[in-house]
């Protein structure tokens, strides 16, 4: 069917104001979000809230960094989201390897199979189970047992996102590099893993962002201030008769930003990522 010039401007006035409306929606938090995180304490509790700052101030970014333990919440988050990062690249990198290589084993389909069930059960299912095996191994309130919880739902999408990459890499080049005397390893790091940069960095942004923004674990694994993370850690300007929302919204600016910034630098690559294991996981 033939559109006319004035059906594809119409159509593309709507697309993009369609495309502005959901921008706007989905914006408006953050800048809520800043907006107060600048203003002084009267224009928060105004009973007529506005995007209209009268006396913008930095004072509640100061108390947040300065007289609260968020510091402390910041560097355990990336303590916890770090080691998951690197822990989930490990294992994905090779169980990636062996699920490209060799796709019709037994152990492979095993594992590719467990990998994918794993995807489809809720977190808040596994979060009794969970609470009461890492009670059993004393991990409580402790780093090593958030990392491993973590890497339990970022390692099987890392692993289907690095083999579409592997995929890609031709067996041949293996077989060359096995030709001149390259191990296994070798291969693995010397050429896969350079080849394979763009999917290692969709990977890595995945299991990061993921382990900065969980909250459900960190909040009921953790239950002193010197492991607590970001995210349950912001609830302690919220009490009981008593919100602190101008201390609330400038730690969340503060929590947002590295991850924002994160995910701004990787998007094309995570992106990149996400639709090649779409299209050939």
């Known amino acids: 069917m033939v559109i006319g010039k004035s ?46 700052i009268l006396r913008p101030t930095l004072d509640n970014f100061r108390r947040v960094l300065f007289e609260t333990s968020f510091p402390i919440y ?16 490990m294992i994905a990198v090779f169980c990636g390897y062996v699920l490209s290589r060799w796709p019709h084993t037994g152990i492979a389909r095993t594992v590719g199979s467990a990998l994918l069930l794993s995807q489809m059960i809720p977190g808040v299912l596994l979060l009794v189970p969970l609470y009461m095996l890492m009670r059993q191994f004393g991990l409580l309130s402790s780093y090593t047992g958030l990392i491993i919880v973590y890497c339990t739902f970022t390692v099987p999408l890392c ?45 890595g ?14 909040y009921v694994f953790i239950n002193d201030d010197a492991h607590r993370t970001l995210t349950p850690g912001i609830m302690m300007f919220k009490s009981a008769h008593v919100t602190d929302w101008g201390g609330l919204m400038a730690a969340s600016v503060l929590t947002v930003v590295p991850v924002a910034a994160c995910f701004l630098y990787l998007q094309r690559f995570l992106i990149e990522g996400l639709a090649s294991g779409a299209v050939k996981g």
Request: net charge negative; proline share 5%.
């Open 205 to 218: 942004a995945f299991a990061f962002i993921n382990a900065w923004n969980e909250f459900m674990f960190g």
């Open 7 to 52: 059906a594809q401007r119409i159509n593309s006035v709507v697309a993009y104001t369609v495309l502005v409306g959901f921008t706007i929606f989905c914006l408006f938090p953050f800048v809520w979000m800043l907006d107060t995180a600048l203003k002084p304490l009267h224009e928060v509790q105004s009973l007529h809230p506005s995007l209209l």
């Open 74 to 89: 910041f560097r355990n988050s990336l303590i916890v989201a770090g080691s998951a990062t690197i822990l989930t690249l």
């Open 159 to 203: 692993v289907f996102m690095l083999k579409s990459f592997f995929d890609a890499v031709p067996g041949e080049i293996e077989q060359a590099a096995e030709m001149d005397g390259c191990s296994r390893t070798g291969f693995i790091y010397r050429i896969l893993l350079p080849l394979s940069a763009p999917g290692i960095l969709a990977a």
